[in-house]
């Protein structure tokens, strides 16, 4: 499927962005990740910054190539993981392992499940690795969103 089919089936909108709007994104996840990795904070909410990091990647990648999801849409997360790979390339083996993650997120909040300290490490992980992703994206594909304004 293609970002304009997804626009089709209403779990994109179109969107156009700003070298202001990619900078705070881009600046909120680098806080996440940083913040995913103090331990004096609980491993459940190191994992929500870890994850919240990646969904903020995720943004950045849509919001670059002229979309933003449709967050009145169930699913709006699992678009923004599974779009990894159309907007900036991430291939399946790793958005697979970001959907699981997410899975495993949506287990915590709505249902309580603990978060293993393996699956912790692994979101931090994730997370610091499509920060660096998303910016070598950016410094190669759109680097006007770079610039500062």
């Known amino acids: 499927m293609s970002l304009d089919n997804l626009v089709k089936v209403n779990q994109l909108n179109t969107h156009v962005s700003s070298a202001a709007e990619i900078g705070r994104l881009l600046a909120a996840a680098r806080r996440n990740v940083a913040d995913s990795g103090v331990k004096a904070i609980s491993a459940e909410t190191q994992f929500d910054a870890a994850y919240k990091a990646i969904m903020q990647c995720a943004m950045v990648g849509l919001c670059a190539n002229g979309y933003r999801p449709s967050t009145t849409t169930p699913g709006h997360h699992q678009t923004m993981i599974q779009s990894l790979e159309l907007t900036m390339g991430v291939p399946p083996e790793v958005w ?9 997120r949506n287990l915590n909040d709505y249902g309580g499940n603990l978060i293993e300290p393996a699956s912790v490490a692994e979101c931090i992980q994730q997370a610091s690795n499509l920060l660096a992703t998303t910016t070598s994206w950016l410094q190669a594909h759109r680097p006007e969103f770079l610039a500062e304004k």
């Not at 392992?97 to 899975?103: F, N, P, S, T």
């Open 96 to 104: 697979r392992v970001l959907d699981a993650l997410r899975r495993k």
